[in-house]
């Protein structure tokens, strides 16, 4: 009971855990669409600001396109109209910067002194400043407004390197570029800003190349910025106390844009120089001319983006209390169940007792049936609540009334009587009976009444089944004398089997050795022949020779002749001999190998070359080309006479079934080493291929498209069997008809240790 009420209070407390973390979930769900939300408008009205900016910057530089000559009044009465301080606050300046020639430099210094056009009385304090030698000068020659930009009037850029890269940049590429962050010569407490400028080129003047825009260059028109400023008038006010907004130069896009964060970049900061770890925190890019500026937000504790966490703390204490009262209610109703369940219990225990017994009990008076229970009136067929007050002749029909009768002398019976049920059956039942009151025998007694018809039913049954199963038994003996015979017959058939394979195999062996004895016999027969001709030749120049010898007129000539000769007939039959010597070699290494199978080590490309040669005479005769693509050396530590057997058997495999109806074909054998360990050794022919049928079938023992015409079917089987039994390894097969088939062999560098018996064992049952 106590469990069922822990256990409500610990769902209690689960769901309202679940309740908080969904609450936490939402929140920080909301928390992070805000900040985003505001981060994303934070970046857009930021790029949107300064495309504005770059438009009217443009929208300048078309003025000039128009009249290039722009005077002073007139650029001042154009920036006035557009009335930018009012419209887009957050600006420094609009300039105009000339590009000078060294040679013009003192007349354009005197030009604008003298310059009327806004002022009266000219500029009679314009300066040139810094003071640089080179071919070309960039001066800041218009300047609107004026007041509080009074440093920058006449500032050459060309002296200055952060902006002189903008300007070329602007100046070849004619777009719209800004500076890295640069300090202003008007502001007089350093902080962050920058310059825009858009390029200004002779009207008319071709601009299709480099060299064309740098010699078209008339000047530049720049807006100037504060960045702070600039960013005081996009950003929200009340934003900013919400989250910090730092802002860097990631430098120019052509260089990829991975300038690192640093204070020669930072350009706007907010976070007061701290950058701790927030929790909600993004960035984002924007492009400013042909740079671009990275802004990473970061949410400010106890911001708009924290959590209401009382709200879940008050939701997880009002949860923990209802719990707590729910466990408690829990607890106050199983006990008030269980107190109901004990004296529901209790009331029907007795009733129970008697009714759910497997047996009937009933009390006995004077010959009536004074109370019985469910059991009792089940045994004997009446319905609920009809043998109560029945006679109990009804039960025993004898003309005596039997146990069940009033006897003085009668007060314990135990024995088996046949009763008769409501219906007229009989049944027997073993009854148990004692009287209530061993002094008053009229007061009656209780039987307790058994039904034994189905014990009765099983003792005949069991008897019958008795007799049959001597019976069975003496069949049984019979089949086991039977399935001993045929067991004895089956396995005198296995072992009859077991030696067909082992002689068919053996047979295989045989006969592919007998092809391997008859191409080296071919083989042979040339060298052998050719050094025979020789050496007969030879003979009879000798005998010539000693005629002319013994008649007595050998010249000079004829003994440097027969040198010469005798020299020819002696290579002839030392290559010859060489020749054969070699094809010997070859067929003891394989003979030997595959005769003994023992393991050692050896190079595979070696045992491949030395079974082709064994099959050079087969391979011409069906005009068959072979290939050999494998490394100079590929050592293994295996089976050389198995490798030698499967490459032996699927020669024969080749040539017997690939090619028939070809004039010609191709056989490719590769070898190459796999980064596992393993080698990977393919066979390829150009055959005619194999169907799908055919293929499912490969490498079924005695199954071959060629019974009676030479195929014994069970060349690839032993293939298979010595690929994954003694060489470790496994084996694929891939054909195409008409394509040729693939045989891909992967082989381990060392071979598994094995038992020769075993393994031999082994590739019989396979």
């Not at 069922?4 to 407390?13: E, W």
């Amino acid at each position: 009971m106590r469990t069922q009420g822990y256990l409500a209070f610990v769902c209690g407390l689960v769901v309202t855990a679940a309740t908080c973390l969904l609450v936490l979930g939402e929140q920080d769900a909301r928390m992070r669409g805000d900040f985003q939300r505001d981060a994303d408008k934070v970046a857009s009205d930021a790029s949107v600001r300064l495309q504005t900016y770059f438009d009217m910057l443009l929208s300048i530089k078309g003025i000039f396109s128009v009249d290039e000559n722009v005077d002073r009044a007139q650029f001042a009465r154009f920036v006035g109209e557009l009335n930018l301080a009012e419209r887009y606050p957050g600006f420094q300046a609009i300039q105009f910067v000339r590009r000078v020639p060294a040679s013009r430099l003192d007349a354009f210094a005197a030009g604008v002194r003298g310059d009327t056009s806004l002022e009266p009385a000219g500029y009679p304090a314009f300066e040139i400043h810094p003071r640089v030698a080179r071919g070309e000068h960039y001066i800041i020659e218009y300047n609107e407004p004026m007041k509080g930009n009074e440093n920058a009037f006449g500032l050459d850029l060309a002296a200055l390197a952060p902006h002189l890269r903008a300007i070329e940049i602007g100046r070849d590429t004619g777009a719209v570029v800004a500076t890295e962050r640069i300090t202003l010569v008007q502001d007089a407490q350093g902080s962050a800003g920058f310059v825009a400028r858009a390029p200004i080129y002779r009207r008319g003047a071709p601009l299709g190349s480099v060299e064309q825009r740098r010699a078209a260059l008339v000047g530049m028109v720049a807006i100037v910025f504060k960045v702070d400023h600039l960013m005081r008038e996009v950003v929200d006010p009340a934003l900013l106390g919400h989250m910090a907004l730092r802002i860097h130069d990631a430098g120019s896009v052509s260089d990829g844009a991975r300038l690192a964060a640093g204070p020669a970049t930072m350009l706007f900061d907010t976070s007061g120089g701290r950058v701790d770890p927030a929790e909600l925190a993004t960035s984002a890019r924007i492009k400013v001319g042909t740079r671009e500026w990275e802004f990473n937000f970061s949410a400010r504790p106890g911001s708009r983006y924290s959590g209401e966490r009382g709200v879940v703390y008050l939701l997880g204490a009002a949860g923990v209390v209802v719990s707590a009262l729910i466990a408690a209610l829990v607890l106050a109703s199983m006990r008030g169940r269980r107190l109901a369940a004990k004296l529901r219990l209790t009331i029907d225990e007795q009733r129970a007792f008697q009714d759910s017994a497997g047996v009937g009990i009933a009390l006995f008076s004077a010959g009536t049936i004074m109370r019985c229970n469910r059991g009792m009136e089940e045994i004997t067929g009446w319905p609920i609540g009809e043998l109560t007050g029945q006679p109990s002749t009804l039960l025993w029909p004898d003309d005596s009334a039997g146990p069940f009768a009033h006897d003085a002398h009668i007060w314990r019976w135990q024995g088996e009587l046949e009763l008769t049920r409501k219906d007229g059956t009989p049944i027997w039942c073993l009854v148990n009976g004692k009287a209530l009151d061993q002094s008053d025998l009229s007061r009656g007694g209780v039987w307790a009444i058994q039904d034994i018809s189905d014990r009765k039913r099983t003792e005949a049954a069991l008897v019958r089944a008795r007799d049959g199963l001597e019976h069975s038994l003496f069949e049984l003996e019979q089949q086991k004398v039977n399935v001993e015979t045929a067991h004895q017959d089956l396995s005198s058939v296995l072992g009859t089997l077991k030696q067909a394979q082992t002689n068919l195999i053996t047979s295989e062996k045989m006969a592919s050795l007998g092809s391997l004895v008859a191409g080296i016999a071919h083989e042979l027969n040339t060298p052998i022949g050719n050094s025979l001709l020789s050496a007969t030749a030879l003979a009879d120049m000798v005998v010539e020779f000693e005629r002319k010898y013994a008649e007595g007129g050998i010249k000079r000539s004829a003994l440097d002749a027969l040198l010469a000769d005798a020299r020819t007939a002696c290579g002839i039959i030392a290559n010859s001999l060489r020749r054969a010597a070699d094809l010997i070699t070859s067929f003891k290494q394989v003979a030997v190998d595959q005769a003994s199978d023992q393991r050692r080590k050896f190079d595979l490309c070696d045992v491949v070359r030395d079974t082709l040669a064994t099959y050079a005479a087969q391979l011409r005769r069906a005009n068959c080309e072979a290939r050999v693509d494998a490394p100079a050396a590929l050592m293994l530590d295996s089976y050389p006479g198995s490798v030698g057997q499967v490459l032996s058997n699927l020669i024969n495999n080749a040539l017997l079934h690939a090619f028939e109806g070809r004039a010609a074909g191709v056989i490719a054998i590769s070898a190459r080493e796999q980064p596992d360990g393993q080698v990977a050794l393919v066979f390829r022919d150009d055959g005619v291929g194999m169907g799908p049928k055919i293929l499912h079938h490969v490498f079924d023992p005695f199954f071959t498209t060629k019974m009676g015409q030479g195929g014994s079917g069970l060349g690839m089987n032993i293939v298979y069997n010595i690929v994954t039994g003694m060489l470790g390894g496994s084996i694929e097969v891939e054909s195409t008809p008409d394509k040729g088939t693939s045989v891909t062999l992967r082989l381990p560098r060392s071979a598994p240790k094995r038992d020769a018996e075993g393994m031999e064992l082994a590739l019989l049952v396979r």
